[in-house]
T-cell receptor, first 115, second 115 residues
Framework: AQSVAQPEDQVNVAEGNPLTVKCTYS??????LFWYVQYPNRGLQFLLK??????LVKGSYGFEAEFNKSQTSFHLKKPSALVSDSALYFC?????????????FGTGTKLQVIP | NAGVMQNPRHLVRRRGQEARLRCSPM?????VYWYRQLPEEGLKFMVYLQKENIIDESGMPKERFSAEFPKEGPSILRIQQVVRGDSAAYFC?????????????FGEGSRLTVL
């Protein structure tokens, strides 16, 4: 079975500082990994994904994430946080083994960027 | 290109009534997923459908819940005899294919309140 863990319910960071939102995963085969963002009372929006290749992937709004196979992690990062980045962030995984696999989401991390 | 359309955005029902939530996927998408979001619990997979077929309903409660995606028209998530515990935000997502590398496109959600 596949699973995703987001160990922090909330992350606070000052505007202009770098931010990291943590994610670890568990799959049987190789993972496809995704990050989504949700603003209040809205649906989820896709940010970026790792499928294969370079471990550092870049996405929307200046976000990037680093795939670390040995640590089974896929942390989301941004060099300089904006107040407008404040939202709920979800990490998601899909196992590549055995054909169709549903997408499993973590419980979400609330990012608060303080002016 | 219109995104994933969900309606109603807000629905209030009394205990014992029925709730019907509708989802029209993005143009060209024939795969629909339903998720339920509860505070502190993240996004829980419910069901995955293709046109006229239920592919994976492993996340659907055994009773009172059903889903369909007819040949014509939107996908419908139906909750019979609603109880207070059904109060949640229900999100629909779509994808073009079953390809596991593809991201999901989410609607704005339907927020069900059971009185």
């Amino acid at each position: 079975a596949q699973s995703v863990a987001q160990p922090e319910d909330q992350v606070n960071v000052a505007e202009g500082n770098p931010l990291t939102v943590k994610c670890t995963y568990s799959v049987s085969g190789n993972p496809y990994l995704f990050w989504y963002v949700q603003y209040p009372n809205r649906g989820l929006q896709f940010l970026l994904k790792y499928i294969t290749g370079d471990n550092l992937v870049k996405g929307s709004y200046g976000f990037e994430a680093e795939f670390n196979k040995s640590q089974t992690s896929f942390h989301l990062k941004k060099p300089s946080a904006l107040v407008s980045d404040s939202a709920l962030y979800f990490c998601a995984v899909r196992d590549t083994s055995g054909g169709y696999q549903k997408v499993t989401f973590g419980t979400g991390t609330k990012l608060q960027v303080i002016p | 290109n219109a995104g994933v359309m969900q309606n109603p955005r807000h629905l209030v029902r009394r205990r014992g009534q029925e709730a019907r939530l509708r989802c029209s996927p993005m143009k060209g998408h024939s795969h629909v997923y339903w998720y339920r979001q509860l505070p502190e619990e993240g996004l829980k997979f419910m069901v995955y459908l293709q046109k006229e077929n239920i592919i994976d309903e492993s996340g659907m409660p055994k009773e009172r819940f059903s889903a369909e995606f007819p040949k014509e028209g939107p996908s419908i998530l139906r909750i019979q005899q609603v109880v207070r515990g059904d109060s949640a935000a229900y999100f629909c997502a779509s994808s073009r294919s079953q390809e596991n590398t593809g991201e999901l496109f989410f609607g704005e959600g339907s927020r069900l309140t059971v009185l």
